[in-house]
């Protein structure tokens, strides 16, 4: 099974079960849904380089690896989000005297950069695991539907 764990800070599992239990992830598991929709037959591919007849665990796989190797599953709603976590750290730093916003941004981007990108991933990852058969079905009705 392919693992994924950030590996620069420590972000325990707990709290991203925490926050599925909330209905925080919600956007999460619609985002990733919409992914595999768009992806099925590339992740489909994916999982028949593992073995011809790829079962369930060698799909979710094959979604774990497409995840990984896109880095995102909605580029324009992270990059809003980055954005607003931007701008609350300029927010932030201005009420602490710094006016210089590309300087904020610069250091936002090399201290916590890295960080979000991971936490995402891992909320991703986790989100996948509540979601497995569903993501499964989504799955494979995309694919045959995209090879009509």
Not at 50 to 66: C, K, S, V, W
Not at 75 to 83: G, V
Request: charged letters at 30%; a negative charge.
């Amino acid at each position: 099974m392919v693992e994924y764990y950030p590996q620069t800070i420590y972000y325990p599992q707990d709290e991203v079960e925490k926050k599925w239990r909330n209905g925080e992830l919600t956007h999460v598991e619609s985002r990733l849904l919409n992914f595999i929709t768009r992806h099925a037959t590339v992740i489909i591919e994916v999982a028949k380089d593992e073995t011809p007849e790829p079962g369930t665990e060698e799909l979710l796989d094959a979604i774990r690896i497409m995840v990984l190797s896109k880095g995102t599953i909605h580029p324009p709603a992270e990059m809003a989000d980055i954005i607003r976590e931007i701008n609350n750290e300029i927010w932030y730093q201005g009420e602490n005297g710094e006016r210089d916003t590309n300087k904020v941004t610069e250091l936002w981007e090399h201290k916590y950069a890295l960080k979000w990108r991971e936490a995402r991933l891992f909320e991703t990852f986790v989100v996948l695991e509540h979601i497995a058969p569903t993501a499964v079905k989504v799955l494979l009705e995309a694919a045959a539907k995209q090879a009509e």
